[in-house]
């Protein structure tokens, strides 16, 4: 579920305007899963551009806190949700921790680093939502510790119906700046592509795992 419209219009814009999200219909991306896919989005880029880096930040600090009340601490997801999780806890006043995919071979064999009280409310903050497999990895990380999971806010979804389903049995409620309708929409206004390229991309985001392959 989005934020609010306003901030899912404003968010895909930018995220189009710096190649953050490249859509190629015609040329399809392959993903690691092996998916063709019409769509690529790299949301580390934002980091690049401190404005647009500063929106994405001030729309997740006001709005986390609308949605959710203050945390205690705001958690990222390792990678590409340490930077931005960092921005919006420093303006939100809070602790910062971070969630690897798993725990480290040596040392403490941390997954969760950083100072982490069990109890402690926490707001996961992701770049990305696909199949939220690797994002509810996290959430079981940190509840593992002994935190309070509040939810978590994302900055782009694809909207898939595998990952809504995960989330619902995780009980972990899901917030995004933008999302994958939303991104096209937009991207039809603004001549990113055509009325028959949105065509394609819905079709790809309702069978995302057997778009594109050879009957």
């Not at 609308?66 to 602790?95: W, Y």
Request: aromatic share 10%; glycine share 8%; net charge negative.
């Amino acid at each position: 579920m989005i934020f609010n419209k306003d901030t899912a219009e404003k968010t895909a814009e930018l995220l189009l305007q710096i190649n953050a999200i490249k859509l190629n219909p015609e040329n399809p991306f392959t993903w690691a899963s092996g998916w063709k896919s019409p769509i690529y989005c790299d949301n580390r880029l934002i980091l690049s551009f401190p404005s647009i880096r500063n929106y994405v930040r001030d729309e997740f600090a006001k709005n986390i806190e609308k949605q959710f009340g203050k945390p205690d601490v705001i958690a990222g997801v390792a990678t590409g949700a340490i930077g931005v999780g960092i921005l919006v806890a420093e303006s939100l006043g809070l602790p910062f921790v971070y969630v690897r995919p798993e725990p480290k071979k040596h040392g403490r064999q941390n997954q969760v680093e950083g100072f982490l009280q069990k109890g402690q409310n926490v707001v996961v903050v992701e770049d990305l939502i696909s199949t939220g497999k690797s994002s509810l990895m996290a959430v079981e990380a940190l509840r593992n510790e002994g935190a309070n999971i509040k939810g978590m806010a994302a900055i782009f979804t694809y909207g898939f119906g595998v990952a809504e389903e995960n989330f619902k049995e995780a009980n972990i409620d899901l917030f995004t700046l933008s999302n994958y309708e939303n991104l096209l929409d937009l991207a039809v206004q603004k001549q990113y592509i055509t009325e028959d390229q949105q065509s394609t991309l819905l079709e790809w985001n309702e069978s995302p795992s057997t778009w594109g392959q050879e009957d």
